[in-house]
Structure formats: structure tokens, C-alpha cells
């Protein structure tokens, strides 16, 4: 049995999978009946899905299944997995298990560590290190074992993994109905304003650059995403907040900050490996640089995670601290804003 699952933040690649390119004789058609005459298996509802989900190019623009299609139109279909059926290769990597039992297990994510097998990382995942250390585990709608959610390859934190069917379908859908509790914790470009607040805007592809996600005012483009930050440290030119999900979106922590202008500290795929904050002092240039030395990939983790329990029915909480590239790396910020930031103001 498979689940639709609505999985977090998945691998940044798209593969093609289908390609036609509209004969010049063509009759202007909608996208979903012309797809469904040409796609082997398709129904016009998985069809008009993929659509709903940004997966349906037209000259590398993403359609509706209203859209008509035109001569010399160039039709793709994109997805998040290769066009081949996965194989996954059990590998004796060690995992660090926070919680096991019957039904789950927890799993603190380093960072630099791939959930599962995709473009260029065919090995070393950890869905690749589940099935060394795990059988039978239930697949998802993707048919990858035992993975409800994931994270980033450069984010560190919890993840909840199913070991049955049952497991799957109930935590899969407490993520669905957003009763399940996540919070992360990012170090973000800027002095926030305010001590707390909500972000909200629909998240899809961007419509020039495929390998980032987007905000779009449009309600018609995009899933809808809810993020609630609250500020915890300022440090002067950077900020540690905390952000809670309400929905679980591709990059949605990324996207969201980047949108209110408080990129993520040293995401390269959104542009926070720039100095986005600061003065022009060699020495505060040289103290950046060696905070990215320190924290080599952007500045988010997984901290918290909670949910209800499948089979007792018991709310379950856990947390786990910071990594120590993230603590270092705060910590020299902890220490340059006492000792610079007042010397810097009166400059």
C-alpha cells in the first residue's frame, strides 16, 4: 500500500521525465487531454495534478491543466526523482537514533548527509543506510522506505522515520493536517524588527530558476505555506530565531526569510554565502569568511519535532541540540557584536 504524502522539503533537482514537442498541424487543446493521448497510463486527474503541483512545463514555464496547448509548443513534465525506477542499496552507515520502537524511530541528521538517493547522489544516504539497517520498511507515494518528511542535505535535525504501513499513514497524515510540531532554528542575515511574527505566501518553483523555490501573491500558483518566527539572539547584522511550521513546503524556512529579507546565514542556493549585512572593514570581512569556514552551509536545524504516537495514541516531543558547527559559529557572533558592534557605531 502506498500513501499520498505531502513530503517536506524535497531534493532541489528536477528530472524530465516526459518531452513532446506540439506538431505544427496541431489544434489548440487543453494540456490535460492533450497529455492524456500521449502519456502511458495517465488519467486526466493524475494528469491535472501534476499540474496543480508546478510538475508541467510549456517552453520551461509551468501551466495549469487549462492551458492550451499551440503549434511547436515544447511540453515537459518535471519531476523531484529520476525516470527510472528507484534502487536503493543498503549501506552500513551508521545512523544517530534519538527513539526506536515497534512502530518509528527518530533520527538526528548531520548535515552534509542526503535523505535519499537522487541526481549525483545515487549512494551514502540514509535511505540507502535504512535499508542496511532496517526491513521491510513501508514506501511512500515515492516508494522510498520508510521516509514520512525530510530535510536538506545542508540542514541538520530530527527526522521520524515509519517502520509500518500504520505508522506511515498516521504520521503522514498528522504532517497533512498540520498537528504535528516543528521547529527549527536559523541564524538569519539582518536584525529582525519584530519579536515574533507570521509568514504566509504560496511557494512554488521559480518561474527562472528551477533549482530555487519562490513566493507568489497569486493564489492560483503554488501550494499555500504558513512559517511563525520569534526572534531568540540578535547579534547586530544577523539574527537567531526560531521558526515554527504550520505547513511543510520544498525550502519553505529558506524561501520565507529570504522573502521578508532575512536570508539564511550562508545558504549559497538563495545567496546568504554573500555579506548581505555589515560594514565595509577588511576585518569585518575577514571575520565573515571565517564564519563561513566555521558553518559551511546554510544555518538551519531541525530542533524539535512532535506528533502523536500511531499506535498509543501519546503525544511525543523531542529535541536535540544545536551541532557544534552551528554553536561555533553563533558563538562568534555572540562574541564580535559585544566587542565591535558599539566600536563600529561610533565610526
Not at 510549456?58 to 492551458?67: G, R, T
Not at 549501506?91 to 533520527?107: F, G, K
Not at 539582518?190 to 513566493?215: L, P
Not at 524539535?304 to 562568534?332: A, N, S, Y
Amino acid at each position: 500500500m502506498q500513501n499520498n504524502i505531502d513530503l517536506q522539503e524535497p531534493e532541489e533537482e528536477l528530472f524530465e521525465h516526459y518531452r513532446y514537442e506540439v506538431p505544427k498541424g496541431q489544434a489548440f487543446l487543453r494540456i490535460d487531454k492533450y497529455l492524456m493521448l500521449l502519456v502511458p497510463n495517465a488519467t486526466r486527474n493524475k494528469i491535472q495534478n501534476a499540474a496543480t503541483n508546478g510538475d508541467i512545463y510549456v517552453n520551461d514555464v509551468p501551466v495549469k491543466s487549462n492551458y492550451k496547448v499551440k503549434p511547436l509548443d515544447v511540453v515537459r513534465i518535471l519531476l523531484a526523482h529520476p525516470p527510472f525506477e528507484n534502487r536503493v542499496d543498503p549501506e552500513n552507515i551508521p545512523l544517530d537514533i534519538v527513539y526506536e520502537d515497534d512502530a518509528l524511530l527518530l533520527i538526528n541528521k548531520p548535515p552534509n548527509f542526503v535523505v535519499h538517493p537522487g541526481h549525483g547522489n545515487y549512494t551514502g544516504t540514509l535511505v540507502n543506510a535504512l535499508a542496511y539497517h532496517f526491513e521491510n520498511l513501508p514506501l511512500n507515494s515515492s516508494e522510498r522506505p520508510g521516509l514520512v518528511h525530510r530535510i536538506d542535505k545542508d540542514t541538520s535535525g530530527l527526522l521520524v522515520v515509519a517502520k509500518t504501513e500504520i505508522a506511515m499513514t498516521h504520521l503522514a497524515k498528522q504532517f497533512e493536517a498540520k498537528t504535528s510540531e516543528r521547529e527549527y532554528i536559523a541564524l538569519v542575515w539582518g536584525n529582525v524588527k519584530a519579536e515574533e511574527g507570521t509568514i504566509e505566501g504560496n511557494i512554488a518553483r521559480h518561474v527562472k530558476d528551477r533549482m530555487q523555490m519562490a513566493v507568489f501573491a497569486d493564489p492560483e500558483i503554488g501550494k499555500p505555506a504558513i512559517t511563525h518566527y520569534k526572534v531568540l539572539e540578535r547579534f547586530g547584522y544577523v539574527t537567531l530565531i526560531s521558526c515554527k511550521l504550520e505547513t511543510g513546503r520544498t525550502h519553505q524556512i529558506r524561501v520565507h526569510l529570504k522573502h521578508i529579507g532575512h536570508t539564511l546565514f550562508n545558504d549559497e542556493r538563495y545567496g546568504g554565502n554573500l555579506i548581505l549585512k555589515g560594514t565595509t572593514f577588511t576585518k569585518y570581512k575577514q571575520f565573515i569568511d571565517n564564519c563561513f569556514k566555521t558553518l559551511p552551509r546554510q544555518a538551519l536545524h531541525a530542533k524539535t519535532l512532535g506528533f502523536i504516537h500511531p499506535t498509543t495514541g501519546k503525544m511525543m516531543r523531542f529535541e536535540t541540540e544545536l551541532p557544534q558547527d552551528m554553536k561555533d559559529c553563533i558563538e562568534k557572533w555572540r562574541n564580535y557584536s559585544k566587542s565591535n558592534m558599539s566600536e563600529e557605531e561610533d565610526n
